[in-house]
């Protein structure tokens, strides 16, 4: 079936002296790989590299063919412009770091129109933010909305988070209830704008640990991403 359709590039790994094979997640499908044959090799301008850096968004045409694990693409175009992303060193580290979290938590193939339109703003986000040293620790959070988990703040009032509930409790009741400055973090990113909050590097550093612990809790075989150690260094 010839589609028509924007995707998101999560990663990309080379294959063979000249191929590349790119894990995306489209609008139409929800997660695609393709194999690029001879791009790394090949002088046509028919598919540039440089379209398929991490967190890239494109307007895709390809023959899709369903129960097939790589598709074979027929075009591809940038269809936004993000100069910043892949300019600034912080927002680069940033952009690895987030494509990591996606590649692992999002292993449906079916589509989510809403996620996907959830992931393109906050690549639109990133690309134009001056303020963007918290952006990551927002994000960890917003995303848990659509994979299932985000907390619920209905007993807030409570001191105890519970990492494997999603909930705030009066006492602990497992090993993963915290009653820390990271459950009032928690608090301050669902009620304030992450651009408000201001976070020294010891504080910063401690939340997203704290935030990779829930994930990994509600994420069966989530492992903590290789780029987080670059993101410690810059924030």
Do not use: W
């Not at 894990?23 to 001879?38: A, P, Q, R, V």
């Not at 996606?102 to 303020?131: H, V």
């Not at 993963?176 to 504080?203: G, M, W």
């Amino acid at each position: 079936m010839q589609t028509i359709t924007q995707a998101i590039v999560l990663s990309k790994v080379n294959f063979g002296e000249a191929d590349l094979i790119v894990k995306t997640y489209t609008k139409e499908f929800g997660i695609c790989s393709f194999l690029l044959k001879g791009i790394r090799k090949s002088k046509s301008k028919k598919f540039r590299p440089s379209y398929f850096q991490v967190l890239t968004i494109l307007d895709l045409n390809f023959n899709y063919r369903e129960n097939k694990n790589l598709q074979y693409l027929t075009e591809a175009r940038p269809a936004e412009v993000l100069n910043n992303l892949h300019l600034d060193f912080g927002k680069t580290s940033m952009v690895y770091f987030i494509a990591e979290i996606l590649s692992q938590a999002i292993i449906e193939e079916s589509k989510d129109e809403t996620l996907f339109a959830f992931l393109k703003d906050q690549i639109l986000q990133l690309e134009k933010e001056e303020n963007y040293q918290n952006f990551h620790l927002n994000f960890m959070l917003q995303l848990s909305k659509f994979l299932g988990f985000y907390p619920d703040f209905s007993l807030d009032e409570f001191p105890y988070f519970n990492l494997v509930e999603g909930e705030f409790q009066l006492k602990p009741t497992t090993n993963y209830c915290f009653a820390d400055e990271n459950v009032s973090l928690l608090k301050s990113f669902h009620y304030s704008n992450q651009k408000e909050i201001r976070l020294n590097k010891e504080k910063r550093n401690a939340f997203i640990d704290f935030l990779i612990l829930y994930y990994e809790v509600h994420l069966q075989g989530f492992k903590k991403p290789k780029s987080l150690e670059v993101l410690r260094g810059l924030f």
